[in-house]
Protein backbone atom coordinates (compact mmCIF):
# COMPACT_ATOMS: atom_id res chain seq x y z
CA UNK A 1 0.00 0.00 0.00
CA UNK A 2 2.83 2.61 0.97
CA UNK A 3 4.92 1.74 -2.81
CA UNK A 4 1.49 2.43 -4.41
CA UNK A 5 1.05 5.64 -2.50
CA UNK A 6 4.34 6.70 -3.50
CA UNK A 7 4.03 5.92 -7.18
CA UNK A 8 0.91 7.54 -7.23
CA UNK A 9 2.81 10.68 -6.00
CA UNK A 10 5.81 10.49 -8.20
CA UNK A 11 3.38 10.05 -10.95
CA UNK A 12 1.57 13.67 -9.46
CA UNK A 13 4.44 15.55 -9.14
CA UNK A 14 6.38 14.43 -13.03
CA UNK A 15 4.21 17.01 -14.49
CA UNK A 16 5.20 20.15 -11.86
CA UNK A 17 9.02 19.72 -12.73
CA UNK A 18 8.67 19.27 -16.78
CA UNK A 19 10.14 22.19 -18.79
CA UNK A 20 8.12 24.15 -21.17
CA UNK A 21 10.55 24.30 -24.52
CA UNK A 22 8.50 26.51 -26.07
CA UNK A 23 9.60 29.27 -24.28
CA UNK A 24 13.39 28.57 -25.29
CA UNK A 25 14.21 29.75 -28.79
CA UNK A 26 16.39 27.54 -30.68
CA UNK A 27 18.86 27.93 -33.72
CA UNK A 28 16.64 26.73 -35.85
CA UNK A 29 13.73 28.99 -35.06
CA UNK A 30 16.39 31.51 -35.43
CA UNK A 31 16.89 32.21 -39.26
CA UNK A 32 20.09 34.23 -38.54
CA UNK A 33 21.37 31.39 -36.99
CA UNK A 34 20.44 29.12 -39.47
CA UNK A 35 22.05 30.68 -41.89
CA UNK A 36 25.85 30.99 -40.71
CA UNK A 37 25.13 27.48 -39.02
CA UNK A 38 25.55 26.60 -42.96
CA UNK A 39 29.07 27.99 -43.78
CA UNK A 40 31.47 25.52 -44.31
CA UNK A 41 35.15 26.40 -43.26
CA UNK A 42 37.53 27.22 -45.72
CA UNK A 43 34.94 29.08 -47.96
CA UNK A 44 35.81 32.43 -47.04
CA UNK A 45 34.82 35.48 -48.99
CA UNK A 46 36.62 38.20 -47.77
CA UNK A 47 40.22 39.96 -48.44
CA UNK A 48 42.21 41.94 -46.64
CA UNK A 49 43.26 45.31 -48.88
CA UNK A 50 46.82 45.63 -47.52
CA UNK A 51 46.95 48.56 -49.62
CA UNK A 52 44.63 50.37 -47.96
CA UNK A 53 46.38 49.87 -44.37
CA UNK A 54 46.39 53.11 -42.43
CA UNK A 55 48.56 53.33 -38.94
CA UNK A 56 48.27 56.00 -36.46
CA UNK A 57 49.42 55.23 -33.49
CA UNK A 58 47.74 52.37 -31.28
CA UNK A 59 44.86 51.86 -34.17
CA UNK A 60 44.78 50.49 -37.56
CA UNK A 61 43.00 50.72 -40.41
CA UNK A 62 42.62 48.15 -43.01
CA UNK A 63 39.57 47.17 -45.52
CA UNK A 64 38.02 44.61 -45.96
CA UNK A 65 35.91 43.46 -49.52
CA UNK A 66 33.50 40.93 -49.66
CA UNK A 67 34.18 38.97 -53.16
CA UNK A 68 31.22 37.82 -53.58
CA UNK A 69 29.08 41.25 -53.02
CA UNK A 70 31.27 43.38 -53.33
CA UNK A 71 30.44 45.24 -50.11
CA UNK A 72 33.94 46.96 -48.26
CA UNK A 73 34.21 47.10 -44.53
CA UNK A 74 36.36 48.69 -42.08
CA UNK A 75 38.86 46.99 -39.49
CA UNK A 76 40.09 48.36 -36.92
CA UNK A 77 42.73 46.86 -34.78
CA UNK A 78 43.85 48.52 -31.74
CA UNK A 79 46.94 47.90 -29.66
CA UNK A 80 46.00 47.84 -25.53
CA UNK A 81 48.07 47.52 -22.65
CA UNK A 82 48.79 44.35 -20.60
CA UNK A 83 48.56 42.67 -23.53
CA UNK A 84 45.39 43.19 -24.87
CA UNK A 85 43.95 43.91 -28.89
CA UNK A 86 40.53 45.06 -29.70
CA UNK A 87 39.07 44.04 -32.77
CA UNK A 88 36.36 46.30 -34.51
CA UNK A 89 34.98 45.30 -37.81
CA UNK A 90 31.87 47.50 -39.59
CA UNK A 91 30.86 48.83 -42.96
CA UNK A 92 32.78 51.03 -44.97
CA UNK A 93 29.81 53.36 -45.91
CA UNK A 94 26.97 52.29 -43.91
CA UNK A 95 23.56 52.72 -44.98
CA UNK A 96 23.20 53.87 -41.20
CA UNK A 97 25.29 53.75 -38.12
CA UNK A 98 25.60 50.54 -36.14
CA UNK A 99 24.46 50.65 -32.34
CA UNK A 100 27.45 50.91 -30.63
CA UNK A 101 27.18 49.54 -26.29
CA UNK A 102 28.04 52.15 -23.84
CA UNK A 103 28.45 52.17 -20.14
CA UNK A 104 30.41 49.06 -20.47
CA UNK A 105 34.30 49.26 -19.78
CA UNK A 106 34.80 51.16 -16.66
CA UNK A 107 37.23 53.42 -18.11
CA UNK A 108 39.61 53.89 -21.33
CA UNK A 109 42.04 51.06 -22.01
CA UNK A 110 45.62 52.07 -21.95
CA UNK A 111 46.59 52.48 -25.92
CA UNK A 112 49.84 50.62 -26.75
CA UNK A 113 51.54 51.68 -30.21
CA UNK A 114 51.87 49.14 -33.05
CA UNK A 115 54.40 49.50 -35.01
CA UNK A 116 54.88 47.95 -38.17
CA UNK A 117 57.77 45.18 -38.28
CA UNK A 118 57.43 43.70 -41.70
CA UNK A 119 55.46 43.17 -44.79
CA UNK A 120 55.12 41.09 -48.24
CA UNK A 121 52.46 40.57 -50.76
CA UNK A 122 50.02 38.80 -48.68
CA UNK A 123 51.06 39.37 -45.14
CA UNK A 124 51.13 42.69 -42.32
CA UNK A 125 53.54 42.13 -39.11
CA UNK A 126 53.06 44.67 -36.35
CA UNK A 127 54.71 44.25 -33.09
CA UNK A 128 52.24 45.16 -30.05
CA UNK A 129 54.13 46.65 -26.99
CA UNK A 130 57.57 45.81 -25.98
CA UNK A 131 56.96 42.05 -24.87
CA UNK A 132 57.76 40.46 -28.07
CA UNK A 133 53.45 40.05 -29.11
CA UNK A 134 52.90 40.32 -32.50
CA UNK A 135 50.21 40.80 -34.96
CA UNK A 136 50.08 39.19 -38.81
CA UNK A 137 47.27 40.40 -40.84
CA UNK A 138 46.67 37.98 -43.88
CA UNK A 139 45.56 39.58 -47.19
CA UNK A 140 43.87 36.71 -49.00
CA UNK A 141 41.69 35.18 -47.45
CA UNK A 142 41.32 38.00 -44.62
CA UNK A 143 42.85 36.34 -40.95
CA UNK A 144 44.69 37.62 -38.13
CA UNK A 145 46.66 36.11 -35.45
CA UNK A 146 48.28 36.58 -32.66
CA UNK A 147 51.41 35.45 -31.51
CA UNK A 148 53.51 35.62 -28.24
CA UNK A 149 56.90 35.30 -29.02
CA UNK A 150 56.94 32.50 -31.34
CA UNK A 151 53.73 30.62 -30.11
CA UNK A 152 50.73 31.28 -32.05
CA UNK A 153 47.85 32.42 -29.13
CA UNK A 154 44.89 33.38 -31.28
CA UNK A 155 43.49 33.22 -34.94
CA UNK A 156 40.67 35.49 -36.15
CA UNK A 157 38.64 33.85 -39.69
CA UNK A 158 41.35 31.23 -39.81
CA UNK A 159 38.40 28.89 -40.59
CA UNK A 160 37.09 31.72 -42.85
CA UNK A 161 33.95 32.27 -40.76
CA UNK A 162 33.23 35.70 -41.36
CA UNK A 163 29.82 36.64 -41.81
CA UNK A 164 28.64 40.00 -42.25
CA UNK A 165 25.10 40.84 -43.34
CA UNK A 166 25.09 44.76 -44.78
CA UNK A 167 22.24 47.05 -44.10
CA UNK A 168 20.36 47.72 -47.12
CA UNK A 169 16.78 49.19 -48.27
CA UNK A 170 14.39 46.73 -49.40
CA UNK A 171 13.92 46.27 -53.07
CA UNK A 172 9.89 46.53 -52.79
CA UNK A 173 10.47 50.19 -51.15
CA UNK A 174 9.46 53.19 -53.28
CA UNK A 175 13.11 54.67 -52.99
CA UNK A 176 14.98 51.18 -54.27
CA UNK A 177 12.34 51.23 -57.36
CA UNK A 178 13.33 54.65 -58.00
CA UNK A 179 17.17 53.87 -58.20
CA UNK A 180 16.26 50.96 -60.00
CA UNK A 181 14.52 52.21 -62.50
CA UNK A 182 16.75 55.84 -62.85
CA UNK A 183 19.50 53.40 -63.19
CA UNK A 184 17.90 51.88 -65.98
CA UNK A 185 16.55 54.68 -67.62
CA UNK A 186 20.46 55.90 -67.54
CA UNK A 187 21.74 53.05 -69.38
CA UNK A 188 19.49 52.50 -72.10
CA UNK A 189 19.55 57.02 -72.59
CA UNK A 190 23.57 56.02 -72.74
CA UNK A 191 23.19 53.64 -75.31
CA UNK A 192 20.65 55.14 -77.52
CA UNK A 193 23.21 58.26 -78.14
CA UNK A 194 26.70 56.47 -77.92
CA UNK A 195 27.81 55.35 -81.30
CA UNK A 196 29.97 51.81 -81.55
CA UNK A 197 33.07 53.43 -80.89
CA UNK A 198 32.06 56.03 -78.28
CA UNK A 199 30.48 52.76 -76.14
CA UNK A 200 34.05 51.65 -75.35
CA UNK A 201 34.98 54.76 -73.72
CA UNK A 202 31.68 55.60 -72.23
CA UNK A 203 31.93 52.08 -70.45
CA UNK A 204 36.08 52.85 -68.92
CA UNK A 205 34.50 56.67 -67.55
CA UNK A 206 31.25 55.05 -66.43
CA UNK A 207 32.70 54.00 -63.16
CA UNK A 208 34.11 57.71 -62.24
CA UNK A 209 31.65 59.74 -64.31
CA UNK A 210 28.49 58.37 -63.20
CA UNK A 211 26.12 57.67 -61.25
CA UNK A 212 25.37 55.83 -58.07
CA UNK A 213 22.37 54.92 -59.17
CA UNK A 214 23.54 52.30 -61.86
CA UNK A 215 26.14 51.13 -59.00
CA UNK A 216 23.34 50.04 -57.07
CA UNK A 217 21.04 47.79 -59.70
CA UNK A 218 24.43 46.40 -60.30
CA UNK A 219 25.09 45.43 -56.30
CA UNK A 220 21.37 44.54 -56.11
CA UNK A 221 22.07 42.30 -58.86
CA UNK A 222 24.84 40.75 -56.65
CA UNK A 223 22.93 40.60 -53.62
CA UNK A 224 19.94 38.86 -55.27
CA UNK A 225 21.47 34.99 -54.44
CA UNK A 226 21.55 36.05 -50.83
CA UNK A 227 18.14 37.97 -50.52
CA UNK A 228 16.63 35.06 -52.11
CA UNK A 229 17.13 32.47 -49.01
CA UNK A 230 14.35 32.12 -46.40
CA UNK A 231 14.25 34.40 -43.54
CA UNK A 232 16.28 37.16 -44.42
CA UNK A 233 13.73 39.41 -45.32
CA UNK A 234 10.51 38.10 -43.57
CA UNK A 235 9.25 39.17 -40.40
CA UNK A 236 9.98 36.52 -37.31
CA UNK A 237 8.06 36.34 -34.43
CA UNK A 238 8.74 34.22 -31.34
CA UNK A 239 6.13 34.60 -28.08
CA UNK A 240 4.88 38.42 -27.88
CA UNK A 241 8.77 39.96 -29.99
CA UNK A 242 8.24 40.82 -33.69
CA UNK A 243 11.63 41.30 -35.73
CA UNK A 244 10.62 43.56 -38.27
CA UNK A 245 14.15 44.17 -40.13
CA UNK A 246 13.57 47.64 -41.65
CA UNK A 247 17.54 47.43 -43.32
CA UNK A 248 17.06 43.98 -44.00
CA UNK A 249 18.97 40.94 -42.44
CA UNK A 250 21.83 42.01 -40.27
CA UNK A 251 23.45 39.53 -39.00
CA UNK A 252 27.08 38.62 -38.44
CA UNK A 253 29.74 36.07 -37.45
CA UNK A 254 32.98 35.34 -36.66
CA UNK A 255 35.34 32.38 -36.12
CA UNK A 256 38.11 32.75 -32.90
CA UNK A 257 40.86 29.35 -32.80
CA UNK A 258 42.74 28.92 -29.40
CA UNK A 259 45.60 26.70 -30.45
CA UNK A 260 47.10 24.92 -27.49
CA UNK A 261 44.08 25.23 -25.66
CA UNK A 262 41.67 22.27 -24.22
CA UNK A 263 39.43 23.63 -21.88
CA UNK A 264 37.14 26.78 -22.21
CA UNK A 265 34.92 28.58 -19.87
CA UNK A 266 32.83 31.11 -19.42
CA UNK A 267 30.20 32.59 -21.45
CA UNK A 268 26.65 32.68 -18.63
CA UNK A 269 24.55 32.29 -17.52
CA UNK A 270 23.67 28.50 -18.64
CA UNK A 271 23.09 25.62 -16.40
CA UNK A 272 25.82 23.18 -17.57
CA UNK A 273 29.14 22.22 -16.32
CA UNK A 274 32.04 25.10 -15.59
CA UNK A 275 33.81 23.81 -18.59
CA UNK A 276 32.05 24.46 -22.01
CA UNK A 277 31.35 21.12 -24.23
CA UNK A 278 31.46 21.15 -28.31
CA UNK A 279 28.25 22.03 -29.59
CA UNK A 280 28.63 20.33 -32.40
CA UNK A 281 26.04 17.70 -31.93
CA UNK A 282 23.45 20.12 -29.76
CA UNK A 283 22.41 23.78 -30.22
CA UNK A 284 24.57 26.72 -29.78
CA UNK A 285 24.88 28.28 -26.27
CA UNK A 286 22.76 31.26 -26.59
CA UNK A 287 23.56 34.67 -25.12
CA UNK A 288 19.86 36.80 -24.44
CA UNK A 289 18.52 37.50 -21.20
CA UNK A 290 15.20 35.64 -19.90
CA UNK A 291 13.24 35.87 -17.36
CA UNK A 292 12.02 31.82 -16.84
CA UNK A 293 11.54 29.81 -13.77
CA UNK A 294 11.91 26.39 -15.00
CA UNK A 295 14.92 25.01 -17.02
CA UNK A 296 17.12 22.05 -17.73
CA UNK A 297 20.48 20.87 -16.24
CA UNK A 298 23.19 20.41 -18.71
CA UNK A 299 21.69 22.34 -21.33
CA UNK A 300 22.82 25.24 -23.59
CA UNK A 301 19.57 27.45 -23.25
CA UNK A 302 19.48 30.81 -22.09
CA UNK A 303 18.82 31.60 -19.22
CA UNK A 304 18.67 34.96 -16.54
CA UNK A 305 21.68 37.12 -17.97
CA UNK A 306 24.58 36.68 -20.55
CA UNK A 307 27.64 37.64 -20.34
CA UNK A 308 30.28 37.57 -23.25
CA UNK A 309 33.57 36.80 -21.97
CA UNK A 310 35.13 33.67 -22.76
CA UNK A 311 38.07 32.27 -20.71
CA UNK A 312 40.70 29.30 -22.12
CA UNK A 313 43.49 28.22 -19.74
CA UNK A 314 46.60 25.95 -20.38
CA UNK A 315 49.54 25.10 -18.49
CA UNK A 316 51.69 28.35 -19.91
CA UNK A 317 48.77 31.26 -20.21
CA UNK A 318 45.22 32.24 -19.61
CA UNK A 319 42.86 33.87 -22.79
CA UNK A 320 39.97 35.68 -22.72
CA UNK A 321 37.39 36.63 -25.64
CA UNK A 322 35.21 39.61 -24.59
CA UNK A 323 32.75 40.25 -27.18
CA UNK A 324 30.79 43.74 -26.87
CA UNK A 325 27.47 43.76 -28.57
CA UNK A 326 24.24 43.75 -27.43
CA UNK A 327 22.37 42.18 -29.53
CA UNK A 328 21.20 37.83 -28.66
CA UNK A 329 24.29 35.86 -29.91
CA UNK A 330 24.94 32.22 -29.95
CA UNK A 331 28.27 30.52 -29.39
CA UNK A 332 29.45 27.18 -30.84
CA UNK A 333 32.01 25.17 -29.40
CA UNK A 334 34.21 22.70 -31.37
CA UNK A 335 37.53 20.99 -31.19
CA UNK A 336 40.28 19.49 -33.03
CA UNK A 337 43.88 18.34 -32.74
CA UNK A 338 45.13 21.88 -32.36
CA UNK A 339 42.63 23.39 -29.70
CA UNK A 340 39.56 24.88 -29.07
CA UNK A 341 37.60 26.99 -31.98
CA UNK A 342 34.44 29.11 -30.64
CA UNK A 343 32.03 30.69 -33.60
CA UNK A 344 30.27 33.72 -32.17
CA UNK A 345 26.84 34.87 -34.23
CA UNK A 346 25.12 38.02 -33.22
CA UNK A 347 22.13 39.37 -34.79
Given at each position: ?79 LHGNMTRI ?240 ETWVDISS ?12
Amino acid sequence: RLLELALVFSVCLAPALSVDRSNFKTCDQSSFCRRQRKLEPGSSQYRALLGSAKLIADKLEIQLINDKTKVSLLLEVFGLHGNMTRIKINELKPLKPRYEVPDVLVGTPTPENLQVTGQDDNTLELSLGGEGHKLLVTGSPFRLDILSGQDLVLSVNSRGLLYFEHLRARKDTLSAKVSSAVGNMWHKVKNLFSSDSEKTDAASESDSEIPAEEEVVKEEENKKEEEDEPGMWEEETFKTHTDSKPYGPSSLGLDFSLPGFEHVYGIPEHADNLRLRTTESTDPYRLYNLDVFQYELYNTMALYGAVPLLLAHNIHRTLGIFWLNAAETWVDISSNTAGKVSKWRTK
